[in-house]
């Protein structure tokens, strides 16, 4: 799509709920659209420990944006992570590998979301991932997987292998619930037959919270019933609990009464906290709107920031009525950015402040097990476990995926199996080998001028060895002296 002269130019941050949604919405508007993000694809993010448990490929659940938006003329995806947004120039700055671009607007959507919070204490992350991004959740499933195989050869050995096989889940929240139960199922009936030196089904999954239930936006009712179902299937609850250190034999606990204990283990999962993305900062400092203890920003009631209204902020990085952390609120409201875009546009009035319908909650726990809330309806059990399905069928991008992911969840849901079991070294490891890099990623490529300068060489001394080597063998070949010893 080349920028068509004149026309309005909107910039869409981000390619989740909200930057997709909000793009999508503009399809039939009088406008171009230029989506910005760090990632080729759409996360699907409430799937991402079915990728870290094996049961879907990150495929399935990332789809790649540009094909999404293959067919809408007005839209163009440009791949970079944006550092700055100059709202006097209005300007969005986005880098790729350390190398810039500078792209205008005249409406922005600002839906860049959370990442995971560690409150404070970022050197968790090592020991102990997040689940936010495919990254994430690769390393994860390369953990888990591998913390079966490290039990299994120390068992070989005759070792204690209890710290191999404890699996700590931080955060009583949707996903953690989520984690514990497929881990759970994985020992418990995915993996019992695979090993000969350990019982897979003694493995130890503690799911910890230092909050006094589990799922506590569901209620009582549905986390009382959760725990329940939670601790039928296996999986240690401890409540109460707060985390206090972490490192990469185990984690230090607190409990409620004071008392500090230690729970040696490998593999310790993150899924408690987020922090809205730190561009909801650059934006505060430029608008003087507030940033609450999330780091999210304060925004008018149209989604808009203080004296400007050509930029909406939606989804994970709004303070607003208390507006959970869901896809839906980032969803509907980035429709509502883009339809008041469009009213602009066609000089249409303003819409009434924007509202979220809350269509329910829903966590899975393990097959056939579910809670689930709409309106004032609560269920558990195959019911909710039904509308799970139903739900997540609908919201999955692509009728490719929904089919795969359908034949996935049969070969694990009614089968034992795992499809996507593969792990790889770099899985596991490459995100702390980057880490160790200055500059990330960016340090293993050559900047343009360094590169011009080795192609050079390469074409100066590398042809002229190509060309002797190439005369060398010709006349081996002719002199038939292929095969025959130097020496005679
Ligand atoms: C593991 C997990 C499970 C969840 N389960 C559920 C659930 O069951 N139900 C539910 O409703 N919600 C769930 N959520 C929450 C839901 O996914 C979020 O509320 C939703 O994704 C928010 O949408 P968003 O558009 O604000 O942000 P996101 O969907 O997170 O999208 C942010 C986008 O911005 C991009 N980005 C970030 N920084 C930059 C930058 N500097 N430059 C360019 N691009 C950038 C990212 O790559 C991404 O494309 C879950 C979240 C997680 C992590």
Request: hydrophobic share 45%; with cysteine.
């Amino acid at each position: 799509m080349a920028a068509r002269e004149g026309r309005h130019q909107v910039v869409v941050i981000g390619s989740g709920f909200g930057g997709l949604f909000g793009t999508k919405a503009l399809k039939r508007a009088d406008v171009d659209v230029t989506m910005v993000a760090k990632t080729t694809h759409h996360l699907f993010q409430p799937l991402l420990y079915q990728v870290a448990t094996g049961i879907l490929s990150q495929g399935e659940i990332a789809p790649p944006t540009r094909e999404i938006l293959s067919h809408q003329e007005n839209a163009r995806v440009l791949l970079g992570e944006v550092t700055d947004i100059d709202l006097t120039a209005r300007t969005v700055t986005s880098q790729v590998l350390g190398r810039p671009t500078v792209t205008s607007y005249d409406s922005l959507i600002v839906a860049a979301g959370a990442s995971q919070s560690y409150f404070g204490n970022d050197q968790f992350a090592e020991f102990a991932p997040g689940m936010k991004s495919i990254d994430d959740a690769l390393e994860l499933r390369g953990r888990i997987f591998g913390a079966f195989e490290w039990a299994e050869m120390g068992a070989m050995r005759g070792d204690n292998v209890d710290h191999h096989l404890t699996f700590v889940v931080v955060g009583a929240g949707p996903t953690g619930v989520e984690m514990a139960g497929q881990i759970a199922e994985l020992a418990n009936r995915t993996l019992k037959h695979d090993f000969r030196f350990i019982n897979t089904r003694h493995a130890r999954v503690i799911l910890l919270d230092a909050a006094p239930q589990v799922l506590p936006p569901f209620g009582h009712r549905l986390g009382a019933k959760a725990q329940h179902e939670l601790e039928k299937l296996g999986v240690e609850v401890q409540l109460g609990a707060m985390v206090t250190d972490v490192d990469e034999r185990g984690l230090e606990v607190k409990d409620r009464d004071g008392t500090v204990r230690r729970i040696e283990c490998m593999t310790k999962i993150w899924a408690a906290g987020v922090a809205a993305n730190p561009l909801g900062r650059t934006l505060s400092e430029q608008t003087g709107a507030p940033l609450d203890r999330a780091g999210r920003i304060g925004v008018n009631p149209d989604l808009t920031l203080p004296g400007h209204p050509e930029v909406f902020v939606v989804g994970d990085m709004i303070a607003l009525d208390n507006l959970p952390g869901v896809a839906q609120v980032a969803i509907q409201g980035a429709k509502y950015a883009a339809k008041e875009i469009r009213n602009r546009i066609d000089d249409r009035p303003p819409q009434a402040p924007f509202h979220y319908h809350d269509k329910g909650s829903m966590a899975i726990i393990s097959r056939f097990r579910a809670v689930a809330m709409v309106g004032k309806l609560r269920l558990t059990g195959v019911l909710a476990w039904l509308m799970w399905l139903a739900v997540h069928l609908v919201y999955i991008t692509g009728f490719k995926n929904r089919v795969t992911a359908l034949l996935h969840w049969a070969v694990s849901f009614l089968g034992r199996g795992r499809s996507e079991r593969t792990t790889t070294e770099q899985q596991i490891f490459g995100r702390a080998a980057l880490k160790r890099l200055q500059g990330g990623a960016a340090d293993l490529v050559s900047r343009p001028g360094a590169y011009d300068a080795s192609r050079a060489l390469l074409e100066t001394t590398r042809r002229a060895e190509l060309e002797a080597q190439a005369a060398e063998e010709a006349r081996l070949s002719d002199e038939n002296r292929r095969g025959v010893s130097v020496d005679r």
